[in-house]
């Protein structure tokens, strides 16, 4: 039965509106007398917020990181570069723990203590639910370690692709790159040379000259990390030290696991590289030496006084002994006796007067009797070391040392404390009071009160905190001694020598950012501190050009994956027609340039992929399974 409502005939739909309805005429008259209320916008807020994000926004780029580094030189090196190449991209680097987005933690697997407070860092970030990625030899020797489950890895030869693996972190997915660097099937030294990187001090250039070793020491862990040796060739290192003293640096560090090992691999050796290298050090600038274990320094002992008695070459080198005891040294597979050590020493000693020899020596190796110790107190008694660093024994897992059986810990503990009794029982430099000496200033002391500088001799002189001297040659009298350090006077009459090279870099300047590196991130780099409202808006927009890139990444990744799923819809329906198919995963290289396809053949799992020689230099990595995508 029709309603009532529908008993009235309707000429058209506007004959809906009642009569009641305000006309068209009234709500224009209505409209006249509406004032929009002004909203007053804090202008400072707005610039705040424009310039940072979310807190929660998974937008890569913009993030703060704070990196922590435990370990040797050769670590420092590597943080540095991975400092520079993330600062480069965008991300803010902070020393502020706290207020960072992402911890990315850089490992030592030399101790026990320095792989707790790293386990203990990780445990800290995770109760603060920082995003965490890991790097360094502890994750790199042993990536199934239960506490690094689930958590992103950049491995030791990786770190050129440290901004890809941040960026998937930040966006929740969980990355590992172990892979090793690889030309024509040969080990490379590792990740490029002339990368962006930050100092945490821009008067030192620490520089990498090979990575691994020769030996297989029985205590090492950093072995299994590091691999077997891998140099750089000679013309990249000398490339990479033009560029450091260009860049205002006054002194050169060169390091490795062992740098008396260089170029055994590549038919060179330490003496050719250090003969190139003094050609293009400037003078006031100086060159230091990393440590080189004994056998590979003997058959180069002529050649290596010579070039330490170069007047741009530090007098110095630190040959670690471990023991005196030639049994201890057999069982640690150390490769020579404490014979083949003092000839070294006692060579040096005689050819390059002055020269200061460091050493290491570990104290409670497995099998370590009262005697083998003794021999080793009266190697320290004899030769009186200036630098000596006393290590109590700690048994590294997955090495041979940790399965012998152990020296009692509280005979360790006892044999360290000796030691270490011995070494401060002399003062090396109480005969250098009076002296007058030239030294390299470069850096500030523990307790702000002085500068820091070192001889020729590379012994440490605390001089007045006079700004005029950083980065200065200074000559000083010696006034003072210390068991670890001189205090030294400026001479009043004598020129503050200003070496020839460049000013140095701010600290936290970005340097080596080559063109090659500006036009591979399309151009969108700022080297410098945003300090005012101009800079802040030009790395805003320079983070909005970022982040339309990345829109069109995820947008082409989308489409890829779209296209692949359609491809192997299509593969099965022409198995099912023709009975036979070939398949084939596709992954996508992603860079400033665009997106290639690159074809692999199924092998089963993405790790296999991420450490077969064929990973690729910048990928959009998702979690995977044997299957596809998690």
């Not at 420092?76 to 965008?90: C, H, K, T, V």
């Not at 790159?177 to 030309?183: A, I, M, N, Y």
């Not at 014979?339 to 370590?368: M, N, Q, S, Y």
Request: charged fraction near 25%.
């Amino acid at each position: 039965m029709p309603s009532a409502s529908c008993d009235t005939f309707l000429n058209d739909i506007e004959d809906i509106v009642s009569q009641e309805d305000s006309k068209p005429q009234d709500r224009h008259f209505s409209r006249k007398h509406v004032v929009p209320k002004v909203r007053r916008r804090n202008t400072q807020k707005y610039l705040q917020e424009e310039n940072s994000p979310p807190s929660d926004s998974t937008i890569p780029g913009i993030q703060k990181i704070w990196i922590r580094t435990w370990g040797c030189s050769h670590n420092n090196s590597d943080g540095e570069y991975m400092a520079g190449q993330l600062a480069a991209y965008g991300y803010k680097i902070t020393e502020n723990a706290s207020d960072a987005d992402l911890w990315l933690l850089n490992s030592c697997t030399v101790k026990n203590p320095a792989e707790d407070h790293f386990r203990n860092s990780i445990k800290k970030a995770q109760e603060e639910n920082k995003k965490i990625v890991l790097a360094g030899c502890v994750p790199q020797a042993q990536p199934r370690q239960d506490y690094l489950k689930g958590l992103s890895i950049i491995g030791v030869q990786q770190i050129d692709r440290v901004v890809e693996v941040v960026e998937e972190t930040i966006k929740g997915h969980s990355v590992r790159l172990l892979g090793q660097k690889k030309d024509n099937g040969k080990r490379l030294g590792g990740a490029r040379l002339d990368l962006p990187k930050i100092r945490k001090n821009p008067l030192i250039e620490i520089i990498s000259i090979n990575t691994g070793c020769l030996n297989a020491c029985t205590y090492c862990k950093t072995k299994h990390a590091r691999g077997n040796l891998a140099s750089y060739p000679i013309d990249e290192l000398v490339d990479r030290a033009k560029q450091s003293f260009q860049e205002g640096v006054c002194e050169i560090w060169l390091t490795s696991e062992d740098t008396g090992a260089y170029g055994r691999d590549i038919g060179s050796s330490l003496p050719a590289l250090l003969w190139k290298l003094v050609e293009v050090i400037p003078e006031g600038a100086m060159l230091r030496l990393g440590m080189t274990n004994p056998p590979y320094i003997l058959e180069h002992l002529e050649e290596m006084a010579k070039i330490l008695h170069h007047p741009r070459v530090y007098a110095f080198l630190h040959i670690p002994v471990q023991s005196a005891s030639d049994t201890v040294l057999m069982e640690m597979k150390r490769e020579y006796c404490v014979a083949d050590f003092k000839r070294v020493v006692d060579f040096l000693k005689d050819k390059v007067p002055g020269i200061t020899i460091a050493t290491d020596i570990i104290c409670g190796f497995p099998g370590e009797t009262d005697q083998d110790f003794q021999e080793t107190v009266k190697l320290v008694e004899e030769y009186k070391f200036p630098s000596l660093f006393i290590n109590q024994f700690y048994p590294r897992p997955g090495t041979p040392a940790a399965k012998m059986e152990q020296v009692p810990a509280q005979v360790k503990k006892q044999r360290t404390k000796e030691l270490s009794r011995i070494f401060h029982s002399y003062n090396p430099y109480d005969h250098k009071i009076g002296q007058r000496q030239q030294v390299l200033v470069t850096e500030e002391s523990f307790d702000s009160k002085f500068y820091v500088a070192h001889n020729r001799f590379y012994e440490q002189v605390l001089v007045p905190k006079n700004p005029t001297f950083m980065g200065k040659m200074v000559e000083v009298d010696i006034y003072e001694s210390g068991k670890h350090f001189m205090k030294g006077q400026p001479v009043s009459d004598a020129k503050v020598y200003t070496p020839s090279i460049s000013k140095p870099l701010a600290r936290g300047e970005v340097s080596g950012l080559t063109e090659e590196f500006r036009n591979r991130l399309g151009n969108h780099l700022n080297s410098v501190p945003h300090t005012s409202a101009a800079n802040r808006r030009e790395s805003a927009s320079s983070r909005m050009v970022l982040r339309l890139q990345r829109l069109h990444q995820d947008f082409a990744l989308k489409m890829s994956v779209g296209l692949a799923l359609f491809a192997l819809l299509f593969a099965l329906l022409v198995k099912m027609c023709y009975g036979k198919v070939y398949m084939e995963t596709c992954v996508w290289n992603v860079s400033p340039s665009g997106m290639h396809r690159k074809s692999l053949p199924m092998k089963g799992s993405w790790q296999h992929f991420e450490n077969s020689e064929e990973s690729p230099p910048s990928l959009i990595t998702h979690k995977l399974s044997k299957t596809g995508f998690v």
